[in-house]
């Protein structure tokens, strides 16, 4: 390594090493003023980024969400300075959330020198919507590579769907990178499980192998690999970026399997003392060893941001002029699309921005009064055919439970390598993998679905919150919600989760009371551009209310509704309920009603959609001078406190439940008419519960 102090650019460096090593010292020097980041990451896989940028993907930095562009996920998220830099140097253009085109840029050298500070668009992380050009936030290890197999998902479908002879208007590559900690996570097997069966061969994982962040991972990668039934690809020196381009190309050339390139990587490369070791990792490299770095990279040791004559030029001319030229000739290839596939072509316009077509609520189900009724997760089923038929780009699937979910859509084919027309994903007992994909299927704009039953919500969280954070319009459909197949025993009933759903900002959860509040729910869903929604479906019938009697199902709109109250004057007592204790609630009031006591039933499906009300609308439902109030719910009380107040009581779950049959279950934990009634007289200052 060269020792001599370096005042200037050295002049011989060529402008590959040029641009490389400006993704490396932006990186070092925002790390620096930050005094917090991951300096080493970036420092070695600047010229994997810098190849794959400048000379394999087509991406347009004038117009970032461009459909046919080449997707770029940085799954080992805390590498985000090879983000900002790529997105600085290229000069990618800003996009708003109407899909307008800004003209400024999405990252300046002022939010790179600003970089972890507040309002900056060079966050700590990838973060999706706040940062034009990323394309799904990451963060937590493991979710953009699994996110990457829905985006693979997606542009199969596409292509299938609205690809035409001679009209290629779909047919862009995954890129994800990822480092040891991607790899160790789960989430990675269960993505690269899915996407070797289905044979994803846009997609290509860049493996940084560099050894060093763990004690624990000595698995042989590329034979894992090999047995999920990937092509795998090996670079030995992560510095040779002409054996990186001609590494990309076979992945390009490769048909039928996904691609990974374990790429062998020096964290911190450059650094004299730190290269190789943990202390790259996550903490700034500190001035003197940064100085000393510059110096092995000849580059100006006091320089700082500094973007070299030429750079953004290289940029232009590489990514710049290929995205652009490739972007034009999408752009001709379209206008001829547009005559002669109108339909198609206006099909693409509404789903690039999440409309919906007209007639979607066409043939939504309306159902008949019913005692014996219909259990949530049938009434889904019915509706979410209905919705399949009227919006072609509505697909999903569950976690190898389609049949128990019924989630299971009719005529609509099965996703598999060799039909990716099909509409009924299978993705398998993966449920965490699962949720990511259903958030990359989202961001490849698609309305997707994932199922599972309510308890193994658990299972897809991480992915689910995720999809929360980037405001994608996921769909979660979880059902067996309660203690509704009670034989299964309490590993099987929810308690907590509800509880812990309603928590994550932005999810709207829904649990719906009798079948056409499934449909209303549903019909609040499908709206939502930026929200995911979970419903919570019941195993087991409930009876369908007779909504000439009671109020009509629309009122689930608002979160909460009146449903039932007593036939003059003000309520002495509100009865608060969601999902199979709906009916419970209702049963209760008329007992009360009958017992000369003014009951109100309130449905409550949604905690999230109700506190969105205005307060004049929540007094309505639930008066603040009506104190006597039972919330019923077959799950954790946690939380309802903030509906019943001091004086009011809950009717929920302290513990775990128990295997026994339904009606033996609802016994032991209360769940009955005359439980209802007792508690709410107690409250009223009569009985005794
Ligand atoms: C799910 C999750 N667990 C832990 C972390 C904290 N974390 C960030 S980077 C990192 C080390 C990752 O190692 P590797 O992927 O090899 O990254 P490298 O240091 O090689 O860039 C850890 C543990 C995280 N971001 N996400
Ligand atoms: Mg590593």
Redesign the pocket.
């Known amino acids: 390594m060269s020792t001599a102090p370096v005042a200037e650019l050295r002049a011989d460096t060529d402008v590959d090493q040029l641009c490389i090593n400006t993704i490396r010292t932006l990186s070092i020097d925002a790390i620096e003023q930050a005094k917090s980041g991951?300096p080493?990451?970036p420092m070695?896989?600047a010229p994997l980024v810098y190849t794959l940028w400048n000379r394999a993907m087509q991406f347009d930095p004038q117009d970032p969400i461009w459909p046919n562009r080449d997707r770029f996920v940085l799954s080992?998220?805390?590498?985000s300075m090879l983000l900002w830099s790529l997105l600085h140097l290229t000069r990618t253009t800003a996009v708003n959330s109407d899909y307008e085109r800004l003209g400024q840029p999405a990252v300046t050298l002022d939010d790179i020198r600003h970089f972890r500070q507040l309002d900056s668009r060079a966050p700590g992380?990838p973060e999706y919507g706040w940062v034009s050009g990323v394309e799904t936030t990451t963060?937590?290890?493991?979710?953009g590579v699994a996110t990457s197999v829905g985006m693979a998902i997606a542009e199969k479908w596409l292509a299938h769907r609205y690809n035409r002879a001679g009209f290629e208007i779909f047919n862009y590559n995954i890129y994800a990178v990822?480092?040891?900690?991607?790899?160790?996570?789960g989430i990675s097997s269960e993505a690269a499980s899915l996407a070797g069966h289905l044979g994803l061969d846009n997609l290509c994982w860049i493996f940084?192998n560099?050894?060093?962040?763990?004690i624990t991972?000595t698995e042989d990668v590329a034979a894992r690999f090999l047995a999920y039934g990937w092509n795998v690809l090996r670079i030995g020196d992560a510095n040779d970026i002409d054996r990186i381009e001609h590494t990309l190309q076979v992945f390009c050339r490769t048909k039928d399997r996904p691609t990974i390139i374990v790429l062998d990587?020096h964290?911190g490369y450059g650094s004299p003392n730190k290269q190789g070791t943990?202390a790259?990792?996550?903490e700034p490299l500190g001035d003197a060893e940064a100085r000393l770095t510059k110096r092995y990279y000849g580059w100006p040791e006091d320089a700082k941001f500094l973007v070299p004559p030429g750079v953004y030029d290289h940029f232009a001319d590489g990514v710049g002029a290929r995205g652009a030229k490739a972007r034009r000739e999408w752009a001709n290839l379209c206008v001829q699309y547009r005559i002669k596939y109108r339909d198609l072509a206006g099909e693409i316009d509404r789903l690039e921005r999440r409309d919906l077509p007209a007639g979607w609520e066409r043939n939504l189900p309306v159902f008949p009064a019913d005692p014996k009724g219909m259990a949530g997760r049938e009434a889904s089923g019915r509706v979410l055919n209905v919705l399949a038929e009227n919006i072609p780009w509505f697909l999903g699937g569950s976690a190898d439970l389609g049949p128990s979910n019924k989630t299971v859509l009719a005529n609509a084919g099965d996703f598999q390598a060799n039909n990716p027309g099909g509409r009924n994903l299978h993705f398998g007992i993966r449920e965490h993998a699962m949720a990511a994909i259903v958030s990359g299927l989202c961001l490849s704009k698609l309305r997707a679905f994932g199922a599972t039953f309510f308890i193994f919500s658990d299972y897809a969280r991480?992915a689910m919150r995720l999809s929360a954070l980037m405001e994608l319009p996921a769909i979660y459909i979880f059902t067996h919600d309660a203690m509704g197949d009670g034989e299964d025993g309490p590993t099987h009933q929810p308690v907590e989760h509800l509880a812990s759903l309603r928590a994550i900002p932005g999810l709207v959860t829904m649990r719906p009371g009798d079948a056409n509040e499934v449909v209303e729910c549903y019909r609040h869903i499908m709206r939502l551009q930026h929200e995911p929604a979970v419903l919570a479906l019941s195993r087991q019938a409930l009876p369908t209310l007779d909504r000439n009697k009671y109020a009509p199902a629309s009122g689930v709109a608002h979160g909460a509704y009146v449903l039932a109250d007593p036939p003059e004057g003000r309520p002495d007592v509100i009865l608060i309920a969601s999902g199979s204790e709906l009916s419970l609630a209702v049963q209760a009031h008329e007992k009360l009603i009958a017992d000369g006591i003014r009951s109100r039933v309130v449905s409550m499906p949604s905690w999230d959609i109700f506190e969105n009300q205005t307060r004049k609308y929540r007094n309505s439902v639930l008066p603040p001078d009506v104190v006597a109030r039972v919330a019923i719910e077959q799950a954790s009380t946690f939380g309802w406190e903030r509906y019943i107040g001091e004086s009011g009581r809950i009717i929920g779950m302290e513990t775990f439940g128990a295997s026994a049959p339904l009606k033996a279950l609802q016994k032991k934990f209360g769940f009955e008419p005359d439980r209802v009634v007792l508690v709410a007289k107690e409250l009223l200052g009569g009985g005794s519960a």
Request: aromatic letters at 2%; one cysteine or more; glycine letters at 18%.
């Open positions: 991951h080493g990451t070695a896989l080992n998220g805390h590498a992380h963060g937590p290890l493991g979710q990822c480092g040891d900690g991607c790899l160790m996570e940084d560099n050894h060093i962040t763990n991972f990587s964290i943990a790259a990792h996550g991480p």
